[in-house]
């Protein structure tokens, strides 16, 4: 299994491109600006990283990077936006408290965000399109400008509570982690990892992976529903270098999102429920995790993203300019949204109901 020693070592042995790293936490907020565009509040608390140009609406011809002046991320050409909905604990009295994240495996000291992967197809031959190529080349207009500007997906659904069984929900899922990145080591998503949140206290704390569809149509930069446009292997799956489907035949860097979050501090049996079922609940009022979601705004500057797909950088990636974690974790944004979003809540923010199925 090739991601059986997740290691920083393992991945200097590896042959294949793929880029790992943090982007520290932007700000937590109740806006979508894929979803909801111009509304603050939106229906739920997100957490973003990347870029400072984030905003309420991000029109698909905004510039990212000539419009932010700093991005949380480590790569500081990128200035993409990455973002996930946020969790709670809800505690035996009822009240809801919101878990912090915190930096994965090898990336502190990142505050708390999503660490970002994009990784090249398995198979090493197949040359990954870092979106602005194929762009380009349809557009017959390959050289001057930034073409993927304006491109965005979305993996995952809020409102699910079950497992339909399809790309999305094989995509999604949660390791509990024993102390100190403990546990599981297989691929995420594999052998014990959970598609709901995980039935028990988990010492290390509880990871969500959401790994983004890889095939795209090669035209479209958005869909109404910001998925149509792109789509799953036909058969297979990326790892296997499955095929794309004819309708979206472009093979782009699978992108995947981890989330450390920092349930540590809630292991404490006196405070969950009584009857032994788990006390997490998403923002959007999901008791399963079947509603874990991540949205993705393009917003790498020039061929950069290009270029480091190109030259099989392994997690380091000289092609790249860099900045220090503590750099990356000063970029941030203040929120749109004034609200009590930590401290003992009376209810989610934005008030929608916990379900649970
Ligand atoms: C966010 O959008 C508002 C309204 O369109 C605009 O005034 C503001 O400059 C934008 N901020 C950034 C960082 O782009
Ligand atoms: C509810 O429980 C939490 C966790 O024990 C505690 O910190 C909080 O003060 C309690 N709130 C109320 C209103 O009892």
Redesign the pocket.
């Known amino acids: 299994m090739r991601w059986s020693s997740f290691t920083a070592l393992a991945f200097a042995a590896r042959a294949h491109a793929m880029l790992r790293f943090s982007c520290s936490e932007l700000v937590v907020d109740r806006i979508d600006p894929l979803v909801n565009p111009g509304l603050a509040p939106s229906p739920h608390l997100h957490q973003l990283v990347g870029g400072n140009a984030l905003n309420t609406t991000m029109e698909p011809a905004n510039d990212l990077p000539s419009i932010a002046t700093c991005t949380s991320c480590q790569f500081t050409e990128d200035f993409s936006n990455y973002w996930t909905a946020v969790l709670f604990f809800k505690?035996?009295?009822?009240?809801y408290?919101r878990v912090p994240t915190f930096a994965n495996q090898y990336l502190e000291p990142a505050r708390g965000g999503i660490t970002v992967y994009y990784i090249a197809p398995y198979d090493g031959k197949t040359r990954v399109t870092a979106f602005q190529k194929a762009w380009a080349i349809e557009q017959r207009c390959r050289a001057e400008l930034t073409p993927m500007q304006g491109f965005r997906m979305i993996v995952g659904d809020p409102n699910r509570r079950t497992d339909m069984k399809d790309g999305d929900s094989r995509s999604l899922s949660f390791r509990c982690w024993n102390e100190n990145f403990g546990g599981e080591l297989g691929a995420p998503g594999t052998n014990t990892d959970t598609k709901t949140l995980p039935n028990k206290m988990c010492p290390g704390g509880i990871r969500a992976n959401h790994f983004f569809p890889t095939c795209w149509d090669g035209k479209n930069l958005d869909s109404p529903d910001h998925k149509s446009h792109v789509a799953y292997p036909e058969s297979g799956s990326f790892e296997s270098g499955g095929p794309c489907p004819a309708s979206h035949p472009v093979k782009i860097p699978q992108i995947l999102y981890e989330v450390a979050w920092d349930t540590r501090q809630f292991n404490?049996p006196?405070?969950w429920p009584e009857d032994g079922s788990q006390p997490f609940v998403f923002s959007m009022g999901d008791g399963t995790g079947y509603g874990t979601h991540g949205d993705y705004v393009f917003g790498w500057k020039g061929d950069a993203l290009q270029r480091a797909m190109d030259q099989n950088c392994q997690v380091n990636c000289p092609t790249l300019k860099t900045q220090s974690t503590q750099t990356a974790n000063k970029c941030s944004v203040p929120r749109k949204v004034e609200e009590e979003v930590d401290g003992?809540l009376?209810e989610l923010p934005g008030g929608p109901p916990v379900t649970y199925s």
């Open positions: 505690a035996r009295n009822g009240t408290k404490d006196d405070i003992w009376t």
